[in-house]
C-alpha cells in the first residue's frame, strides 16, 4: 500500500499509460532520475518505477505479468520476498502457458474429429462432452496445482508478515 492507503495507486497498468510519462515526487528519497516513458510494447525497467506494474495479459499464458518496483534501500528479507513473488509469478504463468497450450491442441483434435466423422458444426452441448472430459482427466493435475498455490501463498502471507512487522518496528525505532 502507498501512503494514501489505496492499493489502486501503488499499481500501474502500462497499457493504460501508454506514452505517458511518469515523474519523481517530492517526497521521494530516491535520486533524480529521467523520467520513464512506459508503452503497451516495453515493460518499464524495475528500477526506475515507485511502483509495481501490471501489464496487458500474456497471449498464451492470459496472466497478467507483473513487473516488480523494488527500493534501492530494501531489507534482506523484503529482497527475499520480491524474488520469491517473482518466482511464484514464473512458475505460475509456466503452468498456466502449458495447460492452455495442451487444451487448445486436445479442443482443435476434438473439433478436427468431429469434422472428419461429417458434422458441420458442433453443438454447445456436444462441446461440454469435450469440456467435462478435459477437466476430469486432468483433476488430479489441478488439484496438485491448486495445493502447490495454496503453499506458496501461504509462504508469500507469512513473508509480507515478517516484512511488514520489520518495516514497523524501525519505524518506531527512528521516532525520537
Same mark, same amino acid.
Given at each position: 500500500?502507498?501512503?494514501?492507503?489505496?492499493?489502486?495507486?501503488?499499481?500501474?497498468?502500462?497499457?493504460?499509460?501508454?506514452?505517458?510519462?511518469?515523474?519523481?515526487?517530492?517526497?521521494?528519497?530516491?535520486?533524480?532520475?529521467?523520467?520513464?516513458?512506459?508503452?503497451?510494447?516495453?515493460?518499464?525497467?524495475?528500477?526506475?518505477?515507485?511502483?509495481?506494474?501490471?501489464?496487458?495479459?500474456?497471449?498464451?499464458?492470459?496472466?497478467?505479468?507483473?513487473?516488480?518496483?523494488?527500493?534501492?534501500?530494501?531489507?534482506?528479507?523484503?529482497?527475499?520476498?520480491?524474488?520469491?513473488?517473482?518466482?511464484?509469478?514464473?512458475?505460475?504463468?509456466?503452468?498456466?502457458?502449458?495447460?492452455?497450450?495442451?487444451?487448445?491442441?486436445?479442443?482443435?483434435? #476434438?473439433?478436427?474429429?468431429?469434422?472428419?466423422?461429417?458434422?458441420?458444426?458442433?453443438?454447445?452441448?456436444?462441446?461440454?462432452? #469435450?469440456?467435462?472430459?478435459?477437466?476430469?482427466?486432468?483433476?488430479?493435475?489441478?488439484?496438485?496445482?491448486?495445493?502447490?498455490?495454496?503453499?506458496?501463498?501461504?509462504?508469500?502471507?507469512?513473508?509480507? #508478515?515478517?516484512?511488514?512487522?520489520?518495516?514497523?518496528?524501525?519505524? #518506531?525505532?527512528?521516532?525520537?
Amino acid at each position: 500500500m502507498n501512503k494514501s492507503g489505496t492499493l489502486g495507486s501503488c499499481i500501474k497498468h502500462w497499457s493504460r499509460r501508454y506514452a505517458t510519462e511518469q515523474t519523481q515526487t517530492k517526497t521521494q528519497t530516491r535520486p533524480k532520475r529521467s523520467p520513464v516513458y512506459v508503452g503497451l510494447t516495453q515493460p518499464p525497467n524495475p528500477e526506475s518505477v515507485n511502483s509495481d506494474y501490471i501489464g496487458p495479459p500474456d497471449t498464451k499464458s492470459n496472466l497478467r505479468p507483473y513487473i516488480r518496483h523494488y527500493d534501492e534501500n530494501e531489507t534482506e528479507m523484503a529482497k527475499k520476498l520480491r524474488l520469491l513473488r517473482i518466482e511464484v509469478e514464473k512458475w505460475n504463468m509456466d503452468f498456466w502457458t502449458k495447460h492452455n497450450k495442451r487444451f487448445y491442441e486436445e479442443k482443435d483434435d #476434438f473439433i478436427r474429429l468431429h469434422k472428419l466423422s461429417g458434422s458441420d458444426e458442433i453443438t454447445a452441448d456436444q462441446m461440454s462432452v #469435450f469440456y467435462k472430459s478435459f477437466l476430469d482427466k486432468n483433476r488430479r493435475m489441478h488439484m496438485m496445482y491448486n495445493i502447490s498455490w495454496y503453499l506458496k501463498n501461504f509462504d508469500m502471507l507469512t513473508l509480507a #508478515f515478517a516484512v511488514n512487522v520489520q518495516k514497523s518496528l524501525s519505524r #518506531f525505532r527512528r521516532k525520537p
